[in-house]
C-alpha cells in the first residue's frame, strides 16, 4: 500500500463557533491521537484532504502526515479514527485520525468484492445474491488490502460462498465469523418471494380489514336494492 502525504497546520482555535469560521475558510478542524501522548489539534486544507480520500483504500488510506510547528516529530503515520460529514452538503468537517507504527497490527475493514460471473446466474438464469459487503481483517498497516475480491464462478443455482472459502491475502487475519455467508445464487421466484413476503412482524391486518370492508359493502347494496325489487312486482 502507498502512503498519500499530507500537510496540516496546528490549531489553536477550539469551539463550534471557531470550527465554523475554519470551514467557511476552506479548512477542516480535526485532531490526532496518539496511546500515552497529548491529542494534537489540527487545521487542514479541504481541497488538500479531499484528493487524500480518493484513493483506492477509501478511508483505509495511510497518510503521512507533516505537521507545520510540530517540534516533536518531523512527520507522523496516520489513519483515519472518525470522518464526519456535512450531511446536506456531504462536505468533510471534521477529522479524527490515529497514529500509528507500521510494525504493530490494525483492524480494519475491507471490502467483499465479487470476481466474475457465476453459472448459476449466467448458464442457469439465477441470481447473485450479495449477502457480506465487508469483512474485519488484522493486519499491519502496509498489508491492508484496499478491497478483497472473490471468484463467484462456479457457483450454481443453490450454492453458497462463505469466509472460509475465500482466498485472503498473506499476513492479513480474518476475524469474522468464518461460516458468514458471503455470496449465493438463488432462484429468480425464490428472491422475488423474500422480496413480496411481509417482514416479520408486519401484520396482514389491512387485508383483512379491506376484505370485510368489500364484503359488508356488498352486504348493504343487497339490502338496498332489495326494497326497490319489491316495489317494482307491486306495480305489475
Known amino acids: 500500500m502507498d502512503f498519500v502525504e499530507l500537510k ?6 477550539k469551539g463550534k463557533e471557531l470550527n465554523k469560521k475554519l470551514r467557511k475558510a476552506g479548512l477542516v478542524p480535526g485532531v490526532v491521537y496518539r496511546k500515552g ?13 479531499s484528493k487524500a480520500l480518493r484513493t483506492e483504500a477509501g478511508e483505509n488510506v495511510i497518510i503521512k502526515l507533516f505537521v507545520e ?8 503515520i496516520v489513519v483515519i479514527k ?19 507504527s507500521l510494525t504493530e497490527t490494525l483492524k480494519v475493514k475491507v471490502p467483499l468484492m465479487a470476481k466474475g460471473e457465476a453459472i448459476g ?3 442457469e438464469g439465477g441470481v447473485l445474491q450479495h449477502v457480506m459487503w465487508e469483512v474485519e481483517v488484522e ?7 484496499d478491497k478483497i475480491e472473490v471468484d463467484i464462478t ?31 445464487v438463488e432462484h429468480v421466484k425464490a428472491v422475488e418471494e423474500v ?33 326497490k325489487a319489491e316495489k317494482k312486482e307491486e306495480k305489475k
Not at 460462498?161 to 485472503?168: A, I, M, P, T
Open 82 to 100: 472518525e470522518l464526519q460529514k456535512d450531511p446536506v452538503k456531504d462536505t468533510l468537517v471534521h477529522l479524527d485520525l490515529n497514529e500509528i
Open 139 to 145: 493486519c499491519l498497516p502496509t498489508n491492508i488490502p
Open 195 to 227: 422480496i413480496a413476503a411481509p417482514l416479520e412482524g408486519e401484520s396482514t391486518e389491512p387485508e383483512l380489514i379491506r376484505e370485510k370492508k368489500e364484503k359488508e359493502e356488498a352486504e348493504e347494496e343487497v339490502k338496498t336494492e332489495a326494497p
Open 121 to 123: 446466474v449466467k448458464q
Open 154 to 184: 462456479t457457483l450454481k443455482i443453490g450454492d453458497t460462498l462463505s469466509l472460509k472459502d475465500v482466498l485472503f491475502p498473506e499476513g492479513v487475519k480474518i476475524l469474522g465469523d468464518l461460516e458468514s455467508i458471503v455470496f449465493s
Open 8 to 13: 496540516a497546520n496546528l490549531r489553536e482555535e
Open 37 to 49: 501522548e497529548a491529542t494534537l489539534s489540527l487545521k487542514m486544507d479541504s481541497k488538500s484532504l
Open 69 to 76: 510547528g510540530d517540534k516533536k516529530k518531523k512527520e507522523r
